[in-house]
């Protein structure tokens, strides 16, 4: 049988305060139930463990939440877990994400000690007065303390643009603080304003830079990254040579994938599943030796080749027509000649594959949404 190789993401809904921005399943209110939740997840690997025998897995991810809340010892479990239960590759990438307030040195030494090689560090912005505003916990200072721990270690910063009263000036400072910390990779994300988030209300008071000034906040971020060395390959990554996030490279090449805890999603062989987002539901259902599973659906074929085009236009190498027809047993530019024509002006090709425009990357929503129509 064909080895097939997928990612595992963990997620870990708890954190200090909940952000002013933040859309994700997360929990201030319950850090008390970190270790019964952990035992829950370690329990929901091992309900998998026999469906995915035949998988090895490439990358490991913790995210959340933040799961550098929970206690350290929870983590190395939770690594355990996953190397008892599947078969991960020996150079696995696994990835932490951090807040700077909550790391310590000691939690750091462990995490290195089981195996995690890759920290995803939530700095967002440079000014303090920013950071107030989005409800983080923590200041530029404890961000500079998190990567002296860190240093000499594989780490990636979070960047946010978008943000009420933002200048391009705040968000090279940003990038600057984040290169000179020694960050190898930077995700320079724009703000979406979720309806229901307390940072929904600035949106709609108009207090938020407009499309054209994000547009214009990008553009800057850009062009410091690419001084500083870091190539774009996705619309929103930046990396220095050879220190893409494999994890999130899996997701853009449309690979399978498995995840754990609350709100967790999945695609494996075609089919995406969701986990409950409801915690009590969680627990009652591991409890109770079901999977948590709220919603499945099998991905339509039609379906596969526009989330195939759609991942890969989000790149900055392109989609792999060759490997597109094989896959589907068809040809690209026939099938799809009548969006091409319509967007052929904000693309190129490069042998096999082809590419949005450089300089049409950060609109590329416009430009993808095409290929749906047809």
């Known amino acids: 049988m064909q080895e097939k190789h997928a990612g595992i993401y ?8 909940k952000c002013s921005y933040c859309d994700f399943t997360s929990f201030p209110d319950k850090t ?3 270790e019964s939740y952990m035992a829950c997840v370690y329990r929901e690997m091992s309900f998998r463990k026999e469906e995915l025998k035949n998988y090895t897995f490439d990358t490991l991810y913790i995210g959340g939440g933040t799961p550098s809340v929970v206690d350290e010892n929870y983590i190395a479990m939770l690594v355990a877990s996953a190397k008892k239960n599947f078969k991960l590759a020996p150079d696995a990438e696994i990835t932490i994400e951090l807040n700077p307030g909550t790391v310590t040195k000691d939690k750091i030494s462990l995490y290195k000690r089981v195996g995690i090689n890759r920290f995803s560090v939530g700095l967002q912005t440079a000014v303090d ?10 200041n530029t200072q404890d961000f500079i303390d998190c990567a002296k721990l860190l240093k000499g ?30 960050a190898s990779h930077i995700s320079m994300y724009a703000l979406t304003p979720e309806d229901g988030t307390p940072i929904y209300t600035q949106y709609l ?29 996705e619309v929103s990554n930046f990396a220095k ?14 690979g399978e994938y498995i995840g754990f805890g609350v709100s967790a999603s999945s695609c494996i062989d ?15 259902c591991i409890f109770t030796d079901h999977l948590p599973v709220v919603n499945s659906e099998k991905i339509e074929r ?68 095409e290929f749906l129509e047809d």
């Not at 040579?241 to 449309?254: D, E, F």
């Not at 090709?349 to 416009?366: A, D, W």
């Open 302 to 369: 039609e379906d596969q080749k526009f989330e195939t085009i759609m991942l890969a236009l989000r790149t900055s190498q392109g989609l792999d027509t060759v490997q597109f027809n094989l896959q589907f047993a068809t040809d690209f530019y026939t099938e799809f000649a009548e969006p091409l024509k319509k967007v052929w002006e904000y693309l190129e090709t490069n042998g096999n594959y082809i590419r949005i425009k450089e300089q049409y990357l950060f609109v590329q929503n416009s430009i993808i949404i």
């Open 32 to 34: 008390d139930l970190a």
């Open 129 to 138: 007065s920013q950071l107030e505003d989005l409800g983080r916990v923590h």
């Open 205 to 233: 008071n108009g207090e938020l830079p407009d499309g054209d000034e994000v547009a214009a906040l990008y553009d800057a971020g850009y062009a410091r990254l690419k001084q500083l060395g870091f190539e774009r390959y």
């Open 270 to 284: 075609n089919v995406r599943f969701t986990n409950t987002f409801d915690l009590d539901e969680y627990f009652k």
């Open 241 to 254: 040579k050879g220190r893409q996030s494999r994890h999130n490279l899996n997701y853009w090449r449309r």
């Open 153 to 182: 270690c594989n780490f990636s910063a979070d960047v946010m643009i978008g943000l009420k009263g933002q200048t391009a000036e705040d968000v090279v400072s940003t990038i600057d603080l984040a290169a000179n910390s020694g």
């Open 10 to 17: 963990v997620h870990i809904p708890f954190c200090k305060r």
